[in-house]
């Protein structure tokens, strides 16, 4: 194989299946605090070095989220590399592979636990969860605790309180949040930052989600501005890799706090925003509220009261991080990063 990611991992499990022509690539990152856990992405990858490289890299950024969220649970996630589009697969086939893929988590035997992730969904895991008990995040309907959003949301805002304070502001009131993407954790972001008195800012590629929230009072920005308006907290909640070297030159804000995984598309971004004064909260503690959520009830048995205890949690702990990385006068990523490897290796 080439081109593969350098690997610092336990275990990387590689499976074809003729019959429905998927791959499966399951990457054990590191099982020291308990059993390996992480979604499971379905796409169609152009290469299978390309899926194993995917499963390494997120099943490492897994290891670190339980880590920082302080979960007795480790790091792992699995790939399967589709022979087609999701999209374009028929029911039956799909089945096909769910099954096979229940059968790698049988194998597995608990090292390595399964939930919803890009490509899959709760009734996906519902249908998993039939054949293996290795997989959470299953539907309401079938006894699952339902989406994470709502945990991620208040995840993500507690880390906007955490980081606001560190650029000298007692609270949100009156401060220009602005929120990309509307959809299930960002609108939520949105609404609970305009209830702390934040000046609402929205965008999305689909208008129409903009619409409750201007009604509220916000205001629209286009989606092609966002990185040119300026604000006190620019909230990703659409997708990775908005913040590149070189928007991070100019980005016109104080503070970056969102829910979205891998916020930076480069590693020098977070440096330059370092240097420029901007506090950016490492997005694996920021988001981690969505694993509190569904591992918590699902593998750990905890109540919705546990978890939202434990999601608010999210605010000391990025406290921590942004004091350890004044006093080490290192970047709040390193400290984050340096924080969890340290509980790993404890
Ligand atoms: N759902 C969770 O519990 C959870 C947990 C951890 C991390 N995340 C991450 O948080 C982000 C949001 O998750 P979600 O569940 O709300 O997703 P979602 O699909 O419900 O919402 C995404 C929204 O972003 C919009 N969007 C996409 N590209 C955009 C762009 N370029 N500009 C503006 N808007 C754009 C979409 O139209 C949609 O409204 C994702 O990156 C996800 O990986 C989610």
Known sequence: MTGTLPWDGEMTCVRHDERTGASFVIALHSTTLGPAAGGTRAMAYPSLDEAVTDARRLARAMSLKMAAADLPIGG???????????????????????????????????SYWTGPDVGTGSEDMDVLARTTRFAFGRSVAAGGPGSSAEATAQGVFSAIRASVREVGEPGLDGLRILVQGLGAVGSRVATLVAEAGARLLVTDVDEAR???????????????????????????????????????????????????????????????????????????????????????????????????????LIEKALDEVFTSARKQRITPLQAATAGAVERIQA
């Open 210 to 312: 903009c619409g409750p929230h201007v009604a509220a009072g916000a205001r629209i920005v286009p989606a092609e501005e966002v990185t040119r308006t300026e604000c006190d907290v620019f909230a990703p909640c659409a997708t990775g890799g908005v913040i590149d070297t070189d928007i991070a030159t100019m980005l016109p804000a104080r503070v970056v706090a969102g829910a979205a995984n891998n916020i930076l598309a480069t590693d020098g971004a977070e440096r330059v925003l370092h240097d420029r004064g901007i506090i950016v909260a490492p997005d694996f503690v920021a988001n981690g509220g969505g694993a509190l959520h569904l591992i918590g009830r699902e593998v750990l048995g905890w109540s919705e009261s546990d978890v939202l205890a434990r999601t608010v």
């Open 76 to 110: 792992g996630k699995s790939v399967i590399m589709l022979p087609t589009p999701r999209a374009q697969l028929d029911d039956r086939r799909w089945r096909e592979i769910l099954s096979v893929h229940a059968h790698n988590l049988e194998l597995l035997n608990g």
